[in-house]
């Protein structure tokens, strides 16, 4: 069962990688790119259609709604452009593990940054 879940979340990482890089091209139709931004928005939006708060009904509609908005975006892509984003995807997706760790270490570098600022602010 995890197998099968985990499977399906590496499918929508790719499928939001290709949407990404799709977004950065300048012949991306402008509507789903404002779809897009609008998914995103309502993922980290505190409001919702059913509040956060119920326990577990409150995350099935951010784990509903937002991947049919990356696979109803991804079937809107032109041809041409998602072809396009598939490849640099593919491509990139080689590399994103390395990526991902240079991106934790600058965030921890520049969280810690941000501690010693504001500890010298404090108590200086």
Do not use: C, H
């Not at 980290?44 to 509609?61: F, K, N, Q, R």
């Not at 593990?97 to 600058?106: K, M, Q």
Request: net charge positive.
């Amino acid at each position: 069962m995890w197998w099968k879940i985990w499977a399906g979340l590496k499918i929508f990482r790719k499928d939001v990688l290709v949407l990404l890089i799709a977004v950065r091209n300048p012949a991306t139709p402008r509507y789903i790119k404002v779809l897009l931004a609008a998914a995103f928005v309502y993922l980290i939006s505190p409001l919702d259609l059913i509040p956060d708060a119920i326990p577990v009904v409150g995350l099935m509609d951010d784990m509903t709604i937002v991947p049919a908005a990356v696979f109803g975006l991804l079937n809107l892509l032109p041809a041409a452009i998602r072809r396009d984003s598939e490849t640099k995807a593919q491509s990139l997706g080689r590399k994103m593990p390395y990526l991902l760790f240079a991106a934790a270490i600058l965030l921890f570098a520049w969280g810690m940054f941000l501690v010693v600022a504001i500890y010298s602010l404090l108590f200086k």
